[in-house]
């Protein structure tokens, strides 16, 4: 049996063919002086361009670089997710394939997480993502935090996918079995003892985020909607509310009706029915999202699927 790794790197890889042979150099000049006994899981998320064969010569280069090639784009997290489901490590690093965060924190990573803690966070001291992406971090932020009641720091919009995890949080996170999981979310939910370091943010070193708005959106609605029911609850409280109003009205236009006599209130009527109607709409709408992602989480499909590999042995096993 071959023997287990101490660090385990893993990397989501999405359209990065010019970054990946930059991104193993890197990761193996912060790694070597460390351990020589290490491993570069790169996951290829249904890149077309490249990506694939950039981490097939990156492998070819070097033996402990692995490469894990999916059927289609599955997401950024769900890469992660194959990625810490094929670490061996007694550590397992996660980093965005970017190179935003440099892999030159990794050593402090390791010697923090060495003092006692199970799972040291990164937290960025500034944000180099376009503006669009820093709003929007800060918005999903708030309405999760609001949704979930939680105040945690890690789930602060400055704390980032550089992480280091033991090997026990690695297998706590791999047995949630969340269809739909965000990296970030999950880590919290699992607990642990932990800590957060402060990190500088460097620029992208080549093109430009995949992620878009409808991306961003359909992200905060599976992180909001699989971690908190919070929508739901709300919605009660909503139709007290609007029933509530619609007694006092209703107790207010009889009075007037006594006081003044007859009334004409076709406009009032057309526009609290408008109002009603639409509020009903929308708690249909929440409601349907979570019988959504029931019927996606019941369906009980794979959260991806691997096509090829680089430097992986079907066989081995990691040694305890």
Not at 235 to 260: C, E, H, K, R
Not at 285 to 314: C, H, M, W
Request: hydrophobic share 40%.
């Amino acid at each position: 049996m071959m023997e287990r790794p101490e660090i385990s790197i893993v990397s989501p890889v999405y359209y990065a063919e010019k970054i990946v042979a930059e991104l193993t150099r890197r990761l193996i000049d912060s790694l070597e002086p460390i351990t020589p006994n290490f491993e570069i899981i790169l996951v290829n998320d249904g890149s077309q361009d490249g990506s694939w064969e950039a981490i097939q010569a990156a492998g070819q280069k070097d033996s402990r670089v692995k490469g894990y090639n999916l059927s289609r784009n599955f997401g950024q997290h769900q890469a992660i997710f194959c990625g810490l489901q094929m670490s061996q490590g007694n550590y397992t690093i996660v980093i965005d394939c970017d190179l935003q965060d440099n892999p030159a924190y990794i050593p402090q990573l390791y010697e923090t997480v060495k003092q006692g803690y199970d799972l040291v966070y990164t937290a960025k001291k500034n944000r180099e993502h376009a503006w669009h992406k820093n709003v929007t971090a800060k918005i999903f932020n708030a309405i999760f935090n609001f949704l979930v009641d939680n105040k945690s720091e890690e789930t602060n919009d400055r704390v980032g996918s550089l992480s280091i995890l033991s090997r026990k949080v690695v297998d706590a996170f791999c047995s949630v079995d969340d269809y739909e999981r965000h990296y970030l979310m999950t880590l919290r939910w699992v607990g642990f003892k932990s800590t957060t370091i402060l990190i500088d943010h460097d620029k992208r070193f080549e093109g430009k985020s995949t992620y878009t708005w409808k991306k961003l959106i359909n992200h905060a609605i599976n992180g909001i909607t699989f971690q908190s029911d919070k929508l739901l609850r709300l919605n009660i409280t909503i139709g007290f509310i609007i029933a509530s109003l619609a007694l006092l009205a209703g107790l207010v236009i009889i009075a007037l009706y006594f006081i003044q006599g007859f009334m004409s209130g076709w406009t009032s009527l057309i526009v609290t029915l408008f109002f009603i109607y639409g509020t009903i709409l929308i708690s249909f709408g929440i409601v349907g999202l979570y019988i959504g992602k029931i019927f996606d989480q019941v369906k009980n499909r794979p959260k991806y699927i691997v096509s090829e590999t680089v430097n992986v042995a079907e066989k081995d096993e990691p040694k305890d």
